[in-house]
Structures are given as C-alpha cells and as structure tokens.
Nanobody, 115 residues
Framework: QVQLVESGGGLVQPGGSLRLSCAAS??????MGWFRQAPGKQRELVTTITRGGSTIYADSVKGRFTISRDSAKNMLYLQMNSLKPEDTAVYYCNFRSAYSNVEYWGQGTQVVVSS
C-alpha cells in the first residue's frame, strides 16, 4: 500500500511560479510523475521520472516545469515556472510500484493561473 499526498497548489498570476510536492509513504517505485486534468479535458501526462532518473516532459511544459525527487525524504517535486492560464488544472502525483507495478494516485492539488 502506497499513500501519496500532494501539496503546494494555489492561485498564481500568469508568469508566476509554484512548486508542488508529493509525499510518498515509500520510495520503492519504478517511476513517478505528475499528471493534470483541466476542466472539460482528459487527464494528461505532465512529466515522469524513472528510478534511474530518466525524465519525460509534455511538450506544453518543456522548459518551464522541472520534476525532481528526494529519495531520502520520499518526496517528489514539480517546479512550475512561467505559468500560463492553460496550466490551470488539478495536478495529481502518480507512483508505480517497483514490486507490483500497480499505479497509485494522490488526491490532487488545484493549480489556478489567473489574473
């Protein structure tokens, strides 16, 4: 059983920055990542990081978002810079277990980019 708790969301002006955090109950993952779902849209992949450190970014966030992790603290982060209104969404932390390959999800944190 893996528990994930996201934090750091909020309201920010266009061009601003936020850092999302995901606290995991274990570090035994094969991959972790961030997904988001905007109103009226399907959930989409934002970025992922494998246990080996390989990263993938959606084209829409490349150059603006950075995923990182702190294994010692079982933490995953998403640094979001130069935020745009189209980044408005609920952001979800995702965890793929290295043991079972089961996917786990956090409950999400809301990000609103607006003037």
């Amino acid at each position: 059983q893996v528990q994930l708790v996201e934090s750091g969301g909020g309201l920010v002006q266009p061009g601003g920055s936020l850092r999302l955090s995901c606290a995991a109950s274990t570090s035994s993952f094969s991959a972790m990542g961030w997904f988001r779902q905007a109103p009226g849209k399907q959930r989409e992949l934002v970025t992922t990081i494998t246990r080996g450190g390989s990263t993938i970014y959606a084209d829409s966030v490349k150059g603006r978002f950075t995923i990182s992790r702190d294994s010692a603290k079982n933490m995953l982060y998403l640094q979001m810079n130069s935020l745009k209104p189209e980044d408005t969404a609920v952001y979800y932390c995702n965890f793929r277990s290295a043991y079972s390959n089961v996917e786990y999800w956090g409950q999400g944190t809301q990000v609103v980019v607006s003037s």
